[in-house]
């Protein structure tokens, strides 16, 4: 089994960066009505998703590397 490189990393944001860049210059609206409906919603709830999202992506990343 390989380390995990830096360079996954730098790979893994900058496709991040490119669905991000994507979802805005497709929707530009949606992703502001998305943005305004974060910001009502409560710490809590976006804590718990935020930890969800994390761990569904860790769990993904180990099944791929595995």
């Known amino acids: 089994m390989r380390s995990f490189a830096f360079a996954d ?21 949606w992703m502001r009505r998305a943005m305004k409906s974060a910001m009502a919603t409560p710490d809590n709830v976006l804590r718990v998703v935020g930890i969800a999202s994390a761990v569904l992506g860790l769990i993904l990343i180990w099944a791929v590397r595995r």
């Open 9 to 29: 990393l730098l790979i893994g944001v900058g496709v991040l960066f490119v669905l991000e860049g994507l979802i805005f210059a497709a929707s530009p609206s």
